[in-house]
């Protein structure tokens, strides 16, 4: 069974400060998406990885990728109260997706 | 754009009745699931379809059943729902298998199972 582990799952960061969340998989995939869910709302698609190595920034977050580590990261720099929301790794294996268990992060003024 | 479209988007049941939860995309997707997202766990896979046609289980089918209706809807289906049914539901579609278009999901139908 294919695992997803998202750490921390609940951080607390102040504004103006970098923080990393990670996310590790349990088996080979070279695909992996980053989600962004704001309370009581859908998700919707942050970056999607398609490589070993694969690194996209989109404004104060940057997501990269190892497939020989299995692990994936998402930075945040210098971080606004609008990042707060819960953030989900998910990995794809055939057509089936299977997600971490998320990241909920505050960001305290 | 709709995008994806679910219907209801709240809804409250007696143990033991039955429902359909209801999902349309207009984005000419091959592909759509069911997931249910409960506190603590993420999303977990339902049911999905990865062409018209064609229905597979995933993680958590155990109490429902699906319907690929033609390429826009999927529908999902309670027969007897229990209270540990008591979730957000959410409806996602893709392109399909080889592409790596990620998810689009809808709002979710918040279900309540007295």
């Known amino acids: 069974e294919l695992k997803v582990e998202q750490n921390p799952l609940f951080l607390s960061m102040q504004e103006g400060k970098n923080y990393t969340i990670y996310c590790n998989y349990s088996t080979t995939s070279d695909r992996l998406y980053w989600y962004r869910q704001d309370p009581g709302k859908s998700l919707e698609s942050l970056f999607v990885l398609l490589s070993n190595g694969a690194v996209k920034q989109e404004g104060r977050l940057m997501a990269s990728l190892d497939t020989k580590a299995r692990l994936s990261t998402l930075h945040i720099t210098a971080a606004v109260h609008d990042l707060s929301a819960t953030y989900f790794c998910?990995?794809?294996?055939?057509?089936?997706?299977?997600f971490g268990t998320g990241t909920s992060l505050t960001v305290i003024p | 754009n709709a995008g994806v479209t679910q219907t209801p988007k709240f809804q409250v049941l007696k143990t033991g009745q039955s429902m359909t939860l209801q999902c349309a995309q207009d984005m000419n997707h091959n592909s759509m699931y069911w997931y249910r997202q409960d506190p603590g766990m993420g999303l977990r896979l339902i049911y999905y379809s990865a062409s018209e046609g064609t229905t597979d289980k995933g993680e958590v089918p155990n109490g429902y059943n699906v319907s690929r209706l033609n390429k826009r809807e999927f529908s999902l289906r309670l027969e007897s729902a229990a209270p540990s049914q008591t979730s957000v539901y959410f409806c996602?579609?893709?392109?399909?298998?080889?592409?790596?278009?990620?998810?689009?999901f809808g709002d979710g139908t918040r279900l309540s199972i007295l």
């Open positions: 998910a990995v794809i294996t055939g057509n089936q997706f299977y």
């Open positions: 996602a579609s893709r392109p399909g298998r080889g592409y790596y278009q990620p998810q689009h």
